[in-house]
C-alpha cells in the first residue's frame, strides 16, 4: 500500500506540472466565471423586466376602474402633485416570486452544468493519459525496474488521479456555493448531493478511459469513454445493458423538475458507480499485465 501511495503522490505532482492539464482546470474555471457575469446581468434584466411588467399591470387594473381618470384630473389641476405610487398586488408579487424561483433553479442548472462539462474534460484528461503517456515517453519501464509491479503502477496511477478530481469537486461546491450567495439566489435542495455525484461520474470517466487508453489513442479513448453512456440508447436496445449509466448521476433534471433524491437513491448510485469503477480496474489490470511496454 505504500508503494501505491508513493506513486499516486508523484503522479499528484507530474499533473500538477502539466502546462496542458493546468490550461484545461484554468478554462473551466474561466467558463464558470464568464457564465456567472452573463447570467447575473440576465438575472438583473429579467428583474427589471418582470417588475415593469407588474407594475404595468396594476396600472392598468387601477386604469379600468377609474383610479387613473381621476388621478389625471388631479395632476391636471396641480401639475406640482407627485405621482401616485403603483403597488402591486399579491397575486402580481406571488407571480413574480415563482419567476424568480424558477429563474434561480434556470441558473444553478446552469452552473452546475458548465462546472460539471468542464470536470468530465478535465478527469477525461487525466486518466486517459495517466498510463499511455508513461508508456509513449518510457518512464515506465524505468520505474517498473523498481520493486514495482504493474498493479501498484496502475492502482497509484489512478488514486493519484482520483485526488485530483476530488480537489476540482471541492472547487466546484465552493463555487456553486459562492455563486447562490454572491446573486443572492437560495441554493436548490437538489444541490445537496450534486457535487458528489458529479464526483461519482467522472471517476467512472476516469476508469473507462484508462482502461480504453490500453488499448487505443488517448484521444480515442476520451471521446469513446465520453460517448459510452447508455443514455444514447433505450431501454429496449441490448446496449443499453451493456453500458454505463451516466445520466442518474446527473442533477439537472432535478433541479428543472424540483424533485429530490433521498440518501438511499445517493447510496445505490455510489455503490453502483464503485461497482463500475471496479470491473473497469480489474479489466485494466488483466489488459496492462498482457501489454507490451516497448
Known amino acids: ?36 457575469a452573463i447570467l447575473v446581468g440576465e438575472r ?30 388631479a395632476n391636471a389641476g396641480n401639475p406640482k402633485a407627485p405621482a401616485k405610487k ?20 434556470m441558473f444553478q442548472t446552469g452552473f452546475y452544468a458548465v462546472a460539471s462539462f468542464g470536470g468530465s474534460l478535465v478527469s477525461l484528461f487525466i486518466f486517459s493519459t495517466a498510463i499511455a503517456a508513461e508508456i509513449r515517453k518510457g518512464t515506465i519501464r524505468i520505474t517498473l525496474t523498481k520493486p514495482v509491479s504493474r498493479t501498484q503502477f496502475l492502482l497509484g496511477k489512478y488514486l493519484g ?20 450567495r454572491f446573486n443572492r439566489l437560495e441554493l436548490s435542495p437538489a444541490m445537496e448531493f450534486a457535487p458528489w455525484l ?12 484508462m482502461l480504453l487508453s ?9 471521446v469513446l469513454a465520453f460517448l459510452a453512456g447508455n443514455g444514447l440508447y433505450g431501454h429496449h436496445n441490448p446496449l443499453f445493458y451493456l453500458f454505463p449509466s451516466y445520466q442518474p448521476f446527473s442533477s439537472i433534471g432535478q433541479i428543472l423538475q424540483g424533485t429530490l433524491m433521498s440518501g438511499h437513491d445517493v447510496l445505490l448510485l455510489t455503490l453502483y458507480a464503485a461497482d463500475f469503477i471496479v470491473l473497469m480496474m480489474l479489466l485494466a489490470l488483466w489488459r496492462f499485465h498482457t501489454k507490451e511496454l516497448v
Open 161 to 180: 488521479g482520483v485526488a485530483v478530481m476530488a480537489g476540482y469537486a471541492l472547487i466546484a461546491s465552493a463555487a456553486i456555493i459562492l455563486f447562490t
Open 1 to 36: 500500500m505504500k508503494i501505491i501511495l508513493l506513486i499516486a503522490a508523484d503522479s499528484i505532482r507530474a499533473l500538477l506540472h502539466q502546462r496542458l492539464l493546468i490550461g484545461l482546470m484554468i478554462i473551466a474555471l474561466a467558463l464558470i466565471a464568464i457564465f456567472s
Open 44 to 73: 438583473k434584466m429579467v428583474t427589471q423586466n418582470a417588475a415593469a411588467v407588474s407594475a404595468a399591470n396594476a396600472a392598468s387594473d387601477e386604469s379600468a376602474a377609474g383610479g387613473a381618470d381621476a388621478a389625471a384630473s
Open 86 to 105: 403603483v403597488t402591486l398586488s399579491k397575486e402580481d408579487r406571488q407571480k413574480m416570486a415563482e419567476a424568480m424561483d424558477q429563474m434561480s433553479s
Open 214 to 222: 490500453l488499448f487505443v489513442h488517448p484521444f480515442v479513448a476520451s
Open 198 to 209: 458529479m464526483f461519482c461520474r467522472q471517476l467512472m470517466l476516469g476508469a473507462l478511459a
